[in-house]
């Protein structure tokens, strides 16, 4: 196994004294999805979330954390965040947003914070897993953690794939 880096969401968490894991995976740049890293991890695809940037009508740029077995449902995350109507950000447009790849995005360590909304089944878990701001690396954080560490908010932002 090759040696884990320590990215710059880790040295957050730690100056922050708040407990994870960093768990890699084997990358499929041919299949970034959830499920792969799910099964990759041989983990619940509940418990593995997707971060996703969306870009509102009010409120410029949100950030939407689900499970992976589901899909941001544009409706409701525009009313969580305040605007009529959110789109998702441009893929050409991830990277100098939020200084993330597409596969390797984390809510946590952004170029600026976004308002977060967390999907509300997240708090079901003990654990769960969201990018480590690198493809290949996951992080194995507490909800209630990442979500007080960034100021998220939980709401009802997804439905089902």
Not at 119 to 136: L, N
Request: hydrophobic letters at 40%.
């Amino acid at each position: 196994m090759a040696k884990i880096i320590k990215t710059n969401v880790a040295r957050l968490l730690d100056k922050a004294k708040i407990a994870y894991e960093l768990v890699p995976y084997e990358v499929d740049e041919n299949d970034l999805s959830a499920q792969h890293i799910a099964a990759q991890l041989g983990e619940d695809i509940n418990r593995v979330f997707k971060t996703l940037v969306l870009h509102g009508d009010k409120v410029k740029h949100i950030v939407c954390v689900v499970p992976g077995c589901r899909e941001v449902d544009l409706k409701k995350a525009a009313r969580a965040s305040g605007n009529k109507k959110v789109e998702m950000l441009l893929m050409k447009d991830l990277l100098p947003t939020t200084g993330y790849i597409r596969g390797g995005c984390c809510p946590i360590g952004m170029k600026k914070p976004f308002p977060t909304y967390f999907h509300e089944t997240c708090m079901d878990y003990d654990f769960i897993y969201v990018s480590a701001g690198v493809r290949g690396l996951q992080l194995k954080i507490s909800p209630t953690d990442i979500v007080d560490y960034i100021h998220a908010t939980t709401a009802d932002i997804a439905t089902e794939l």
